[in-house]
């Protein structure tokens, strides 16, 4: 056998190694308020793709290059009038979990700020602005989600659904329409617990 082909054999052995375990994301269905709340170290921005690099810190990873429009953890959701031009890395394949943008485009993006090094991946809130529904929308501009963080939206998983009057929660029933809940209301503090920002969604 031959050097090249002994060399080709040990890189295939350490590709697949690496990638041999597809991304695993928590399976438990998460709202979006979930993710604006567990922001406390990281970040909730709209940006446009600018573009994507390869990442010195990290051969593993690539580095997307942009511009902040408009930043949801900031008092009021702070807009940027000049272009603030931020580096945000990720894993280059999904099977690491690596998320993907597209150039052009303007996204809602979440994800973790450590030693001034963003960072989001797959299992993060990451949505084209474009294909927001006009309360999620809403949520962001007006605050919704960011005054929710004393309250947790708890679906049914794997057949367990929690009781109705868990405390500080708003609980999804069984035949409740989850991606309704999650696309088109929130769950925030009313009185002493916890209560349906509208009445969308809901069975009487």
């Given at each position: 056998?031959?050097?090249?082909?002994?060399l080709?054999?040990?890189?295939?052995?350490?590709y697949?190694?690496?990638?041999?375990?597809?991304c695993?994301?928590?399976?438990?269905?998460?709202?979006p308020?979930?993710?604006?709340?567990?922001?406390?170290?990281?970040?909730?921005i709209?940006?446009?793709?600018?573009?994507?690099?390869?990442?010195?810190?990290?051969?593993?990873d690539?580095?997307?290059t942009?511009?902040?429009i408009?930043?949801?953890?900031?008092?009021?959701?702070?807009?940027?009038?000049?272009p603030?031009?931020?580096?945000i890395?990720?894993a280059?394949?999904?099977?690491?979990?690596?998320?993907?943008?597209?150039?052009?485009?303007?996204?809602?993006?979440?994800g973790?700020?450590?030693n001034?090094y963003?960072?989001?991946?797959?299992c993060?809130?990451?949505?084209?602005?474009?294909?927001?529904?006009?309360?999620q929308?809403?949520?962001?501009?007006?605050?919704y989600?960011?005054?929710t963080?004393?309250?947790?939206?708890?679906?049914?998983?794997?057949?367990q659904?929690?009781p109705?009057s868990?405390?500080?929660?708003?609980?999804l029933?069984p035949n409740?329409?989850?991606?309704?809940?999650?696309?088109?209301?929130?769950?925030?503090?009313?009185?002493n617990?916890?209560a349906?920002?509208t009445?969308?969604?809901?069975?009487?």
């Amino acid at each position: 056998m031959t050097k090249s082909v002994i060399l080709c054999v040990v890189l295939t052995i350490i590709y697949v190694c690496t990638y041999s375990e597809a991304c695993t994301c928590n399976p438990e269905p998460t709202h979006p308020q979930a993710y604006f709340c567990g922001s406390g170290q990281g970040f909730v921005i709209k940006a446009k793709i600018l573009k994507r690099e390869g990442d010195n810190r990290n051969s593993m990873d690539v580095a997307y290059t942009v511009k902040i429009i408009q930043d949801y953890t900031r008092p009021g959701g702070r807009y940027y009038r000049r272009p603030s031009i931020q580096r945000i890395h990720t894993a280059s394949d999904s099977a690491a979990c690596g998320a993907y943008f597209r150039i052009g485009e303007e996204y809602i993006i979440t994800g973790d700020i450590r030693n001034q090094y963003w960072s989001t991946n797959l299992c993060s809130w990451n949505f084209q602005s474009s294909q927001l529904t006009p309360y999620q929308k809403d949520a962001l501009e007006m605050g919704y989600y960011k005054q929710t963080c004393g309250c947790v939206v708890r679906p049914c998983f794997n057949g367990q659904c929690y009781p109705p009057s868990y405390q500080n929660s708003c609980v999804l029933g069984p035949n409740d329409d989850v991606s309704c809940f999650f696309q088109h209301n929130s769950c925030r503090r009313q009185g002493n617990d916890c209560a349906w920002h509208t009445a969308a969604c809901q069975r009487y």
